[in-house]
């Protein structure tokens, strides 16, 4: 049986994203490795929507935050976005998926576009991501997508509170670029 891959879409934010929004940050399973924060309430979601939209010239962070929607529905599932220290040509990614779309590869997609938008885009010579050893999964995911696991910084994010660990993911735009091209190679000897 041919099992089609699921296709997801980025899109940006919205002030009409609040609902998937509060689903997303009011639970506890989806942002507990995250800095962004748990929202119990709906006017603590919205704060935090208009805080990933807002564009602040001013900021030392630029973000480029993206609703991640399914590209037949439109139903927006998850979020995620591409973060750089203003003046610096390195940055970082992350990412949120709803818990009901978990293990089907849509995180992986959408963190393959967010290298994209980095590199092709943003024209980024370096792009990272923090992830936590106790989420082994977002490991994965950055390990699909090319990148290396750098090292782990002990106690350097502080997360809901608690100083945690995290390992330090990256990936250079030539190594990004030679994988696109190894990609499209294989692709053209497979269609022969």
């Not at 002030?15 to 942002?31: G, R, Y």
Request: hydrophobic content about 40%; glycine content about 8%.
């Amino acid at each position: 049986m041919l099992v089609r891959p699921i296709s997801v879409a980025l899109r940006p934010l919205t002030n009409t994203d609040l609902e998937p929004i509060h689903e997303l940050l009011s639970d506890w399973n989806v942002v507990r490795f995250m800095l962004l924060p748990h929202c119990e309430t709906k006017a603590e979601s919205e704060k935090c929507l208009r805080d990933l939209i807002a564009e602040n010239p001013g900021a030392p962070w630029h973000s480029e935050v993206r609703a991640i929607q399914m590209q037949n529905s439109g139903e927006m599932i998850g979020i995620c976005g591409v973060s750089v220290l203003q003046g610096s040509e390195t940055g970082e990614i992350w990412y949120l998926l709803r818990p009901d779309f978990w293990g089907r590869g849509i995180t992986t997609e959408a963190a393959r576009m967010l290298l994209r938008i980095g590199f092709a885009e943003m024209k980024l010579h370096r792009i990272f991501a923090m992830c936590l050893p106790e989420n082994p999964a977002s490991a994965r995911v950055l390990e699909k997508i090319g990148m290396r696991k750098e090292g782990c910084q002990r106690k350097s994010l502080r997360i809901h509170g608690e100083w945690r660990d995290c390992s330090v993911y990256a990936i250079l735009r030539d190594e990004w670029a030679a994988s696109i091209e190894s990609g499209r190679m294989a692709a053209a000897v497979g269609q022969r």
